[in-house]
């Protein structure tokens, strides 16, 4: 049985994570990231660390959540990256890229007359699975539809994810849900035979960005609305105040008749926002009429 150096003989373990010690990092998530812990995540939380507090060597993990609060820089975000959750997968909820193909794309190309690129933001993007299955749809949509250009900025709170999406390599396994045809055009494989890992193509690449951006605290400055937000699966862990302070900043930052798109487990009832309901997961601001 292979042995980490967590459990090596001689190793000294760290003290366990106390309650005020989960308490103080349950805090500051939810101030800095809008992220809830319930106490039942006190030992998610500590074999998150794990890792990391041996690593540093310090001696019980309340010290190491201290420096990292205190140091702030480096530390800080790796105790965030170490308690984001990222799972994603490329096509994930496929309904929502056959709404996008059949209802958005179809209204976005009228309402904008393909006189300048459609602007997508996929928000909380994890390792970029989302963004490049969004590339792939609109990429297919632009052969058959002239005119048709498209810009995706993709972001996440988690560097970790976030470095993983710009370098835009999967192995075999992630890639398994994209469908073959799409796998030949789109995805590169490696020189080397023994490497079977696929990196993404340049006309996916082309349109991304990729840029870290605190859902929670970072000002929604962006240059031009939005015709499309994906946020799914990212509010799951935000309070309903959380929820709708988000919601209400994403409202502003969305062009008239633009679509949000959230997790197929959530939904906005009993959140306040202007935005209509289309269908379930699916809202659009309204178009506003001038008086
Ligand atoms: C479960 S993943 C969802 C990924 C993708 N949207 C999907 O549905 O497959 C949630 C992502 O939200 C990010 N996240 C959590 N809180 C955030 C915040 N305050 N600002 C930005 N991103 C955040 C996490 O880092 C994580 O990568």
Request: aromatic share 8%; proline share 6%; net charge neutral.
């Amino acid at each position: 049985m292979p042995t980490s150096a967590a459990t090596l003989p001689g190793v000294q373990q760290p003290l366990p994570l106390s309650a005020a010690g989960f308490s103080t990092i349950a805090g500051f998530l939810r101030q800095h990231a809008g992220i809830e812990l319930n106490e039942d995540k006190q030992s998610l939380v500590q074999s998150r660390l794990r890792k990391h507090v041996v690593a540093s060597g310090f001696g019980s993990y309340d010290q190491y959540v201290d420096h990292a609060l205190r140091q702030q820089g480096s530390a800080l975000i790796t105790l965030v990256d170490a308690l984001t959750t990222n799972k994603t997968a490329f096509f994930r909820e496929a309904d929502h890229f056959r709404f996008l193909e059949t209802d958005w794309l179809p209204d976005a190309c009228e309402r904008t007359g393909l006189k300048r690129p459609l602007r997508i933001w996929s928000a909380g993007c994890s390792a970029g699975h989302e963004p490049y299955t969004l590339a792939m749809v609109l990429s297919e949509a632009a052969e058959r539809t002239p005119g048709l250009a498209f810009e995706i900025l993709a972001t996440d709170l988690c560097t970790t994810v976030l470095r993983t999406a710009a370098a835009g390599i999967y192995s075999q396994v992630d890639v398994a849900p994209v469908p073959e045809a799409l796998r030949r055009k789109y995805l590169l494989r490696s020189r080397s035979a023994d490497d079977t890992r696929v990196a993404m193509g340049p006309e996916l690449r082309a349109p991304l960005q990729f840029k870290r951006f605190n859902l929670v605290t970072d000002p929604y400055a962006f240059d031009a609305p939005f015709d499309l937000i994906m946020c799914r699966n990212v509010m799951i862990y935000f309070s309903n105040a959380t929820r709708e302070q988000v919601i209400a900043h994403m409202h502003d930052v969305m062009a008239p008749s633009a679509h949000l798109i959230v997790g197929h487990s959530e939904s906005l009832s009993g959140i306040r926002t202007p935005l209509r309901y289309v269908a379930p997961t699916i809202y659009q601001r309204p178009l506003e009429i001038a008086s």
